[in-house]
């Protein structure tokens, strides 16, 4: 071939044509660039907003009682009947004496959580042998008092717009200098299931509920994607019937969540039976909302299998069923993988579909199981955001942090997985 | 429906295909092929077979035979139907989605297209070894081992070790891996890859081994290895090659069949098809005229 003038590999023509190739790729490697660090800003904001504001949750206010278990506040044999709350109040009389009057009294009162009486049942209830002893415990401080702590209020408004009086103030500082007043790491946060007192929230019972509809989830979704992906896959005959089927799961990846929220409270809790609330019905839901992700996940990743392997297996006389086993899922696997560990995400994420099977419940108690009631991580975050106590807002962001925890575990998870399994070429 | 074929070559139908200056007789047998196709103690016989992609007819009316211990080789310009063809001989274009195949192929003296035959252990007896190169992603222990296992042809362990050690043997491999059987298949040279995928189709003893153009991804060195390895196993396998190298096809083979278009148009003797053929389209291709 004879280049041409114009064409000349050195000619100026040449050249400039170059030159603006160059160019071409310089400002889109720019752009890319641009693109991910607009990605990256926001993202960093997003969690440097989260983490500050929810950070503090992990911490809270304590303060410290010296109790005297009369055995006159245990009239009852049932030693849970006793007058606990009696009990912290003739503390906290003994410590204030001058307070004198019901409103003084109430406001003293109020420095102390609900949870101090309910702690000191759980220690008697423990150990009987504690009635007729004093001793000295620490006990949750109300959360108007740990608001006041972590400088969420400003004393300089007018008192009648404060959630903390003047005297109360007074109070706190007097027991803040006599060391009566302490923030510890907030072990009832990850211990204890939703309460109306802040103080007295925590994120176990919604982190066990994801947990276990999760399980539920991944059991249900993980093997019938997988097993439907493969027949339609390797197994279908090719006609308008398996045409029509892969339409309506492509279409069923797009069904907004909600909707199988609705079906699941119609088909699972109406004509089912099965109990609302519950993570068993929480996971059915889940399911159907996944399948579809796993399995299209599923079948593009047995699709990107190349054909020689199914060749070179059935060409040695491998039945359909071992190639399927033995070669093309071992090399599928990771992809699945990945797949189910994206859709799983989702599930854990997802609120919309269990507002409408009941999970929203106000739920204090921790599941044990499948069939106990129980809320999700989201559907916490969601009922703590919609609450009016400044106490819950940074309980939202803490929650919110746990989920990206729980979401971060998840995708590590995947990557080791897919690192495990990856079979190398 | 008229095919590609009766269109573009309406004129020269076999049976009329021109005298050579030699003074050799055209044979026009029933099948329409000129020469020998048929020999008389065939491993497997095809009679009138006709392959069909949906309406397409991509294989006309072809009989020949394949006999015990030869190597037949296969050619013809590209896209005549040497791999449809191929492929019809252990069913591997079951899994081609709305191939069809008409007519008799027989191993041994059994139907393979009857119904009660079962691909399976059918593939066991008539191996594969395709163009590219394509070891299972496991170690080269394994992809050797693999057929032996699922046929259940070994009963222990040294039994396998045996078979694989053998099979690396005869496909002249033995030596350049027998220290890393632990390592994976993918990992070795091209023409090492050729090999183990040979390796792997003789362990589970075929009697038939197709080869679809197994050089045409490898460099004269590996070519030659492979060649010398296909002479060898001459003497204990049939061997069906595909190839586009006319020298290969010479030096490998003792018969050797011309496709065109579909049509199964010259079968003979190598040394004959290659000095002398007797159809004018066989000998038009081997002087280059064509492809
Ligand atoms: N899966 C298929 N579906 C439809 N047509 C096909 C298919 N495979 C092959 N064909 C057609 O059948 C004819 C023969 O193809 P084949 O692959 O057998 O040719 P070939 O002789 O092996 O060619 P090459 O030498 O290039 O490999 C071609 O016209 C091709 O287009
Ligand atoms: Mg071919």
């Given amino acids: ?425 | 429906m008229e095919t590609v074929a009766d269109t573009i070559h309406p004129a020269i139908p076999i049976a009329e295909a021109r005298e050579t200056e030699h003074d050799n007789v055209i044979q026009t047998d029933v099948t329409g092929t000129v020469g020998n196709p048929f020999v008389d103690t065939p491993r497997m016989t095809c009679r009138d077979v006709y392959v069909y992609y949906g309406d397409t007819c991509a294989i006309k009316n072809a009989s020949i035979d394949v006999a015990c211990n030869e190597v037949l080789a296969m050619i013809g310009p590209s896209g005549c139907g040497k791999s449809t063809f191929l492929r019809c001989l252990n069913r591997m274009n079951d899994t081609v989605p709305g191939c069809r195949v008409e007519g008799q192929i027989t191993l041994d003296t059994t139907d393979i297209y009857h119904p009660s035959v079962d691909v399976v252990p059918l593939r066991a007896r008539v191996g594969m070894v395709f163009q590219k190169p394509n070891p299972f992603p496991k170690s080269i222990y394994d992809n050797i081992a693999y057929g032996p296992k699922i046929h259940g042809l070994t009963a222990s362990k040294g039994e396998l070790d045996e078979v694989v050690e053998t099979s690396l043997i005869k496909a002249g491999l033995w030596d350049e891996v027998k220290d890393r059987l632990a390592e994976p298949g993918t990992g070795l040279s091209g023409g090492q890859q050729q090999r183990l995928c040979i390796a792997r189709a003789i362990a589970v003893s075929p009697e038939v081994i197709l080869m679809d153009e197994p050089c045409s991804a490898l460099d004269p060195i590996a070519t030659a290895k492979i060649e010398e390895l296909i002479a060898e196993l001459r003497t204990q396998f049939s061997i069906v090659i595909v190839t586009h190298a006319m020298q290969q096809a010479a030096r490998v083979s003792q018969r050797t069949a011309y496709f065109h278009l579909g049509n199964l148009v010259e079968v003979g003797d190598t040394d004959q098809i290659f000095t002398n053929p007797r159809h004018r389209l066989t000998e038009d291709y081997i002087t280059g005229r064509f492809g």
């Fill in chain 1, 1 to 425: 071939m004879q280049p041409t003038e114009s064409t000349n590999a050195f000619s100026p023509e040449f050249n400039q044509r170059l030159k603006r190739r160059y160019r071409a790729e310089q400002s889109f490697k720019l752009m890319g660039i641009g693109a991910i660090f607009i990605a990256l800003a926001f993202l960093v904001f997003l969690l440097s907003t989260i983490l500050m504001s929810g950070y503090s949750a992990f911490k809270q206010t304590y303060i410290k009682l010296d109790v005297t278990l009369d055995k006159e506040y245990f009239p009852d044999e049932d030693l849970a009947k006793g007058d606990f709350q009696g009990i912290v109040k003739a503390s906290l009389y003994s410590m204030f004496p001058e307070v004198s009057g019901r409103r003084d009294k109430r406001m003293l009162n109020n420095l102390v959580s609900k949870g101090a009486a309910f702690k000191l049942m759980d220690m008697v209830e423990a150990d009987p042998k504690l009635i007729g002893t004093s001793f000295s415990i620490w006990v949750p401080a109300k959360d108007d008092v740990d608001m006041l702590m972590k400088g969420n209020i400003d004393m300089d408004q007018p008192e009648a717009n404060r959630r903390i009086k003047d005297k109360q103030y007074e109070r706190i500082r007097t027991l803040e200098y006599g060391g009566r007043l302490q923030m510890r790491f907030n072990k009832t946060f990850f211990t204890s299931g939703d309460s109306r007192e802040p103080e007295l929230a925590g994120i176990l019972s919604a982190a066990k509920g994801s947990f276990y509809t999760l399980v539920i989830t991944l059991l249900l979704s993980f093997p019938m994607g997988v097993a439907a992906a493969i027949y339609l896959e390797e197994f279908a005959p090719d006609n308008t019937f398996t045409d029509l089927i892969e339409i309506n799961i492509n279409n069923l990846a797009a069904v907004p969540s909600i909707i199988f929220g609705l079906l699941g409270l119609a088909i699972f809790i109406n004509f089912w039976g099965i109990p609302r609330s519950t993570p068993l019905v929480g996971g059915l839901v889940l399911t159907l909302m996944t399948l579809p992700t796993i399995i299209i996940a599923a079948r593009a990743s047995l699709k990107s299998v190349p054909p020689s392997i199914r060749e070179a297996a059935l060409g040695v006389g491998a039945s359909k069923i071992q190639t399927v086993f033995h070669h093309v899922l071992p090399l599928a696997l990771p992809g699945m993988l990945t797949g189910t560990i994206i859709g799983m995400a989702q599930a854990l994420g997802e609120t919309a579909p269990l507002l409408m099977i009941g999970m929203v419940a106000f739920i204090v108690d921790i599941p044990g199981g499948f069939t106990d009631p129980a809320a999700a991580l989201p559907v916490q975050i969601y009922l703590w955001a919609d609450s009016p106590e400044r106490a819950f807002t940074e309980k939202t962001s803490a929650a919110i942090i746990i989920l990206l925890g729980f979401l971060i575990l998840m995708n590590a998870v995947a990557v080791y997985m897919r690192k495990k399994f990856e079979i190398k070429w």
